[in-house]
């Protein structure tokens, strides 16, 4: 059946944007603002005016809604960057103006939790401890509300309170980047259509090893779900809202699941999966944060000891585990805990989980790579915090230092190795336009936070799941090394990567409450270094997601094939959230004046998955996860994104960090006048420009992984 076509309505020349500043001088309430030249085009850059870019450095002008000057000499008292001025040696004084209107650029607040004189020994009074995605928050199955009951909370069913507050956490908001698009048509056909592409996808034959990679090392990949962690954890207050586990998955009014999604996750890429939110309180976050910190003057993060028997020494080589922390649990009343924090801590029986990882984001634990990686960002913090002076000091400079690693590899070295490198360029040099525009109509979220588009969040970022592959050459016991006899010998396949974990199930395979030092990975192979070899790259961008992840290793048995199904999964989803096609989105860019090529219908049809697409009537209007990864496929050759999924996922990471005032987008430093990581090296005086850099500043990299 033929789609009915969406002219979306176009912006003015320019993909110009009214100002809603009631006075602003760039040209009153209703002035309109071209994209390229706005840049230097005065505008108050106060309270009243969100929409205007930041303008180029060396052309701020006065703050009309203040009278400040702008750049100050140093930031204004209660400002988000005070503490930074304080605490770092980086002189935050290029920051964009702070408007109230929005969450992440309140003034006076301090939402990033970065006080001085807190008390040493606590990462924040009290943690956000996540546990995963899609939290209910909402009303109980029996109709009652938790957050009226007596001693819960909002904070208690999201899993880090000890359910005595009656305020909720902090939440930043979700939206749509094209909020007026077509609605896909739901319905028991049209999830059965969804169901039978996603089996398409996973049935469609593999390709050769050496011919299904792409130049990006799977350590890039571990450090992209970092990322993606990160900066959304989806809550849901009213789960009928999403849905997905029925026979008809209908899509909800937009507007309905903007009000029943929050984000636990502040979206600013801040390493919260590091150190966790500090807006997080209760007796039993507050004493495991505090356990956290170890060293004489805890300025440094814990690690865990890896068990490696008789044979090989493994201390720091493991995540910090919670059976190394009983003492730090003695009186707590486990019944005292909300649900949620409880079966975080705790088996069925009551007996504490020995071999969870006590880290601020338990999905960093889901597979061993992931872990890992978790593990190297543990170790450079540490790294980072080695010196001289205060221990408060030491740990709050190696955390901004940390954050803004973070934020300049996925800038500089993640987005490069997934995006069109054209999109990718125009992305940066416009400063992430979709994503402004986006900022200035999505209502406020908490302090601090900033907004996630659910077209990113929910299809676009999910490209991952096809770069996964059924195996890896993990270290030389489990990777493409010759057994004795001359055979191959034996690969990290995927289900031990997700086995060898706190998350297994039994955890660690059921051999130890700790990671055996014999998985501890080998990450030079991780890192493609060397020689090379398929294995230590990741698979092909395309729709072929292959038996490895037909069924997701990591949910548990029981439940039903469209939620273990990673395709139907994600197509459901896709639905239950009224994601707008592939081809609404590329409408929705021409409107706002950017020229995104659109896939011929010959292209989507070609293979398995075309014809798959073709038979369900889904080829000019093609649900958004497949579009994105069909576009990788035929325009991009499966090397990476191609301009859609590019636009998308560039926009969001890149205006995540332009919009953030505390981001080191805006410090200064050596890199024609902004931050660069050789502003921030460890005591050593490594540059870790790319994450074999972070990795060997972490040690990691320096013979930890003999054979």
């Known amino acids: 059946m033929r789609a009915e076509s969406w002219s979306p309505p176009v912006r003015a020349p320019g993909r110009s944007t009214a100002c809603p500043g009631a006075k602003c001088a760039a040209g009153g309430a209703r002035a309109q603002r071209p994209a390229a030249p706005a840049a230097r085009v005065p505008c108050c850059r106060g309270a009243s005016c969100r929409i205007h870019p930041v303008r180029p450095r060396e052309n701020f002008r006065a703050d009309a809604g203040s009278g400040r000057p702008w750049p100050p000499s140093r930031p204004r008292p209660g400002d988000v960057a005070e503490d930074l001025h304080r605490l770092s040696p980086f002189r935050q004084a290029k920051m964009p103006a702070a408007p109230k209107t929005h969450g992440a650029f309140t003034p006076g607040r301090k939402p990033w939790g970065q006080r001085p004189n807190r008390p040493t020994g606590a990462v924040g009074h009290g943690m956000l401890f996540l546990r995963g995605h899609g939290q209910v928050v909402g009303p109980a199955a029996g109709g009652e509300d938790p957050l009226r009951r007596p001693g819960a909370s909002f904070a208690g069913v999201a899993g880090y309170s000890n359910g005595t507050e009656a305020a909720e956490p902090p939440m930043g908001r979700l939206g749509y980047f094209f909020a007026d698009a077509p609605s896909p048509r739901g319905g028991p056909e049209a999830t059965a259509a969804l169901d039978r592409i996603g089996t398409a996808m996973a049935q469609s034959p593999p390709l050769p090893d050496a011919e299904d990679s792409t130049d990006l090392p799977v350590a890039m990949s571990f450090f992209a779900q970092i990322v993606g962690h990160d900066i959304a954890a989806l809550a849901v207050r009213s789960p009928a809202a999403v849905e997905i586990d029925t026979a008809s998955v209908d899509p909800a009014p937009r507007a309905d699941l903007c009000a029943a999604l929050g984000n ?8 919260d999966s590091v150190y966790g939110r500090s807006d997080g309180r209760g007796d039993v976050a507050t004493r495991l944060s505090q356990w956290l910190r170890v060293g004489a003057d805890c300025a440094a993060l814990r690690l865990g000891t890896a068990d490696g028997g008789n044979d090989r020494p493994g201390a720091g080589l493991d995540l910090p ?19 949620d924090l409880r079966a975080l801590l705790y ?3 009551g007996g504490l989980l020995p071999a969870r990882a006590l880290i601020a984001d338990a999905r960093n634990d889901e597979h061993l790579g992931l872990a890992q990686m978790h593990l ?16 408060e000091t030491r740990f709050q400079t190696a955390r901004i230092r940390l954050r803004w690693h973070l934020q300049w590899l996925t800038v500089n070295r993640l987005l490069p190795g997934i995006c069109d490198p054209a999109t990718l360029g125009a992305v940066r040099s416009e400063g992430a ?10 209502p406020a979220g908490a302090p601090g936070t900033l907004p996630l588009p659910l077209e990113f969040v929910a299809a676009a970022w999910r490209f991952g799941h096809t770069l996964v592959r059924p195996a890896y050459d993990w270290n030389p016991r489990f990777g493409t090394e010759p057994a004795v006899d001359g055979a191959p010998g034996p690969r990290a396949a995927l289900p031990l990567l997700f086995a060898f974990t ?8 059921g051999m130890s409450d700790r990671l055996p030092v014999s998985w ?3 990450m030079a192979r991780l890192l493609d270094l060397g020689a090379g070899h398929p294995l230590r790259r990741t698979r092909r961008f395309d729709t072929r997601l292959g038996a490895a992840l037909a069924a997701a290793p990591h949910l548990r048995p029981g439940q039903s094939g469209a939620l273990r199904a990673v395709a139907q999964r994600n197509l459901r989803r896709g639905l239950a959230l009224n994601l707008p096609s592939g081809q ?8 706002d004046g950017i020229d995104v090529p659109p896939l011929s219908r010959a292209a989507l049809e070609r293979g398995p998955v075309g014809s798959a697409l073709a038979a369900e009537g889904l080829s000019e209007r093609t649900p958004l996860w497949v579009y994105v990864l069909k576009e990788a496929e035929e325009v991009a050759g499966g090397a990476h994104l191609g301009p859609l999924g590019s636009r998308l996922v560039a926009e969001t990471l890149i205006g995540l960090v332009v919009c953030d005032p505390a981001s080191y987008w805006h410090a200064n430093g050596s890199d024609h006048g902004r931050w660069h990581p050789r502003d921030g090296r460890p005591r050593d005086g490594a540059v870790a420009d790319d994450l074999a850099g972070v990795m060997m500043a972490a040690g990691l990299l320096a013979g930890a992984m003999a054979a």
Do not use: K, Q
Request: glycine fraction near 12%; proline fraction near 8%; aromatic fraction near 6%.
């Open 321 to 339: 585990r919670l059976g190394d922390c009983r003492a730090a649990l003695d009186g707590v009343a486990t019944d005292d805990l909300p649900t």
């Open 264 to 271: 636990l996750c502040r979206g600013t890429l801040s390493a």
């Open 584 to 591: 609404d989105c590329v409408a929705g860019l021409a409107a």
């Open 376 to 391: 190297g960002l543990l170790r450079f913090h540490n790294a980072l915090a080695a010196g001289a002076g205060s221990a």
């Open 520 to 522: 501890v990975p080998d």
């Open 433 to 442: 336009p979709l994503y402004r525009r986006f900022l200035a109509e999505t």
């Open 347 to 349: 088996a069925p029986h």
């Open 502 to 509: 706190g998350n297994g199930r039994p955890p660690m395979f």
